[in-house]
């Protein structure tokens, strides 16, 4: 029998919950969701084998306040999770989750690395425009080609340039199947699921492409592993662009939505080895949670105007999404005086 009662502030700390939505007049608790699902996500009990997808859906808990329910979705959903947090004395489970991202604002949360092989199938605008045209950076490429062999005879730049770009798009193939839908215009495979998921786990943990190379060929010699051989930096920033195609396109998705009826964005600036970057990050309501995603740091060529940056900008937006004029709400910016030139309020 499953038991029914008022909510109480002990919920909180006793069942792992945040409070999620208050009825503005009576203050009576509405809403509360998992701290577990928020910050960590649902485990597969230990030795079980899953035949279909795990969700990672968040639980939210409602009027009739279901404590027994509770209890039993923690001990199913999150077994060695809240086996550590039962262990915890009261005031640990209090910061137990202070200081963790939620799920919803971390990227990985939207690819699936499990299984023998990871398909994609993307979007031509995004691949093309956005990795091709605006992430693309022929100078430093052709700059690192040059240093590796300075016997290089530049014999046509533009050649050169268009070759980088092929290399670099190896990659993504034409979706035959596609139909020519241009929002599943290419595929890409990933053959070496392991391979793929440390090297971005690695680049996560800031480390440059190079390093990630050497430290997946240490890692391989370690373990003998054969499913980890023959990486290289050129592969790592391969993987990386399938990596922001992707995130991009799940951003895309969401600014689709039916639901999703305005977005917004702030901008900011950073430098990094000389490249001025464009930062974008972008907030969007849907099914009672804020998304607060970083977009994307663009490298921002020629001369940081407000033209350069709008035209930049509307681009980026176009590949993105085509309608993104419909639902943009509000702009914000950090005073950066190149964001306040003659082209105000985007
Ligand atoms: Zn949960």
Redesign the pocket.
Same mark, same amino acid.
């Given at each position: 029998m499953v038991q029914a009662r008022p909510w109480q502030l002990g919920y909180v700390v006793t069942y792992a919950l945040q409070v999620t939505e208050v009825d503005p007049i009576t203050k009576n608790v509405l809403s509360a969701v =998992?701290c577990? =699902?928020k910050y960590h996500g649902?485990e597969l009990a230990p030795g079980a084998v899953r035949k279909c997808k795990q969700t990672q859906k968040f639980?939210f808990w409602s009027v009739p306040w279901c404590t027994d329910l509770m209890l039993q /979705?923690?001990k199913e959903? /999150?077994p060695l999770k809240w086996a550590e947090y039962e262990a915890l004395l009261q005031g640990e489970k209090k910061v137990f989750f202070a200081t963790l991202i939620s799920r919803n604002n971390a990227l990985y949360r939207y690819f699936e690395i499990d299984g023998n092989m990871l398909e994609f199938v993307l979007s031509r605008s995004i691949v093309d425009i956005i990795i091709g045209e605006l992430m693309f950076r022929p100078d430093d490429e052709l700059a690192e080609i040059e240093d590796e062999d300075p016997d290089i005879i530049v014999v046509s730049r533009s050649a050169n340039i268009a070759k980088l770009r092929r290399h670099a798009m190896s990659l993504f193939k034409a979706n035959d199947d596609a139909d020519d839908d241009e929002l599943r215009a290419y595929k890409v495979k990933i053959k070496n699921v392991k391979r793929f998921q440390l090297a971005i786990q690695f680049v996560l943990v800031g480390m440059s492409f190079k390093q990630v190379a050497v430290a997946i060929g240490h890692v391989q010699r370690t373990l003998n592993s054969a499913k980890l051989i023959g990486i290289n930096d050129h592969i790592i920033g391969q993987y990386i662009r399938v990596l922001v195609v992707v995130t991009l396109q799940k951003i895309a998705f969401l600014l689709q939505h039916e639901d999703v009826w305005a977005f917004s964005l702030s901008f900011d600036g950073s430098k990094h080895h000389g490249t001025t970057f464009f930062d974008v990050r972008i907030r969007i309501a849907l099914g009672g949670l804020l998304f607060n995603l970083h977009l994307i740091a663009m490298p921002h060529f020629g001369r940081h105007t407000a033209d350069n940056q709008i035209k930049m900008l509307t681009t980026l937006l176009g590949a993105l999404y085509a309608r993104w004029q419909q639902k943009l709400l509000n702009v914000a910016i950090d005073g950066e005086k190149t964001n306040m030139g003659h082209i105000n309020g985007i």
């Amino acid at each position: 029998m499953v038991q029914a009662r008022p909510w109480q502030l002990g919920y909180v700390v006793t069942y792992a919950l945040q409070v999620t939505e208050v009825d503005p007049i009576t203050k009576n608790v509405l809403s509360a969701v =998992c701290c577990m =699902c928020k910050y960590h996500g649902r485990e597969l009990a230990p030795g079980a084998v899953r035949k279909c997808k795990q969700t990672q859906k968040f639980k939210f808990w409602s009027v009739p306040w279901c404590t027994d329910l509770m209890l039993q /979705h923690n001990k199913e959903q /999150h077994p060695l999770k809240w086996a550590e947090y039962e262990a915890l004395l009261q005031g640990e489970k209090k910061v137990f989750f202070a200081t963790l991202i939620s799920r919803n604002n971390a990227l990985y949360r939207y690819f699936e690395i499990d299984g023998n092989m990871l398909e994609f199938v993307l979007s031509r605008s995004i691949v093309d425009i956005i990795i091709g045209e605006l992430m693309f950076r022929p100078d430093d490429e052709l700059a690192e080609i040059e240093d590796e062999d300075p016997d290089i005879i530049v014999v046509s730049r533009s050649a050169n340039i268009a070759k980088l770009r092929r290399h670099a798009m190896s990659l993504f193939k034409a979706n035959d199947d596609a139909d020519d839908d241009e929002l599943r215009a290419y595929k890409v495979k990933i053959k070496n699921v392991k391979r793929f998921q440390l090297a971005i786990q690695f680049v996560l943990v800031g480390m440059s492409f190079k390093q990630v190379a050497v430290a997946i060929g240490h890692v391989q010699r370690t373990l003998n592993s054969a499913k980890l051989i023959g990486i290289n930096d050129h592969i790592i920033g391969q993987y990386i662009r399938v990596l922001v195609v992707v995130t991009l396109q799940k951003i895309a998705f969401l600014l689709q939505h039916e639901d999703v009826w305005a977005f917004s964005l702030s901008f900011d600036g950073s430098k990094h080895h000389g490249t001025t970057f464009f930062d974008v990050r972008i907030r969007i309501a849907l099914g009672g949670l804020l998304f607060n995603l970083h977009l994307i740091a663009m490298p921002h060529f020629g001369r940081h105007t407000a033209d350069n940056q709008i035209k930049m900008l509307t681009t980026l937006l176009g590949a993105l999404y085509a309608r993104w004029q419909q639902k943009l709400l509000n702009v914000a910016i950090d005073g950066e005086k190149t964001n306040m030139g003659h082209i105000n309020g985007i």
